[in-house]
């Protein structure tokens, strides 16, 4: 059995109706996923946009948490003889107590 013969018009129309058929399948599956990739990328540069300007807060600020800091270690070195005086173990938790 022979396939018919087609004329010219006939296998140009066949070619673009499979061409088109291809695009639309194409389109149908692949710009939704497009646009969720795009979704997911704009979702991550706002988290990563956020994160920096965090990060350059925390920045800003490190020279007074470093002088706060140091300034609350001084103080405890401070009351560390009043915390811990006495001549015996007993006398210092006594004083530590109180």
């Known amino acids: 059995m ?3 013969k087609l004329s010219a018009r006939e296998r140009r129309v066949i070619t673009f109706g499979g061409a088109c058929i291809v695009v639309l399948l194409a389109g149908a599956r692949g710009i939704p996923s497009v646009i969720a990739w795009k979704r997911e990328v704009r979702a991550e540069a706002t988290e990563n946009r956020q994160a920096l300007a965090s990060a350059r807060e925390v920045l ?3 020279r007074s948490v470093r002088d706060s800091a140091i300034a609350r270690g ?3 070195i401070a009351l560390a003889p009043l915390l811990l005086s006495g001549d015996s173990p007993a006398s210092a938790s006594a004083t530590l107590e109180g």
Do not use: H, I, Q
Request: charge should be positive; aromatic fraction near 0%.
């Open 2 to 4: 022979k396939a018919p």
């Open 74 to 76: 001084k103080r405890v």
């Open 60 to 62: 800003a600020s490190e």
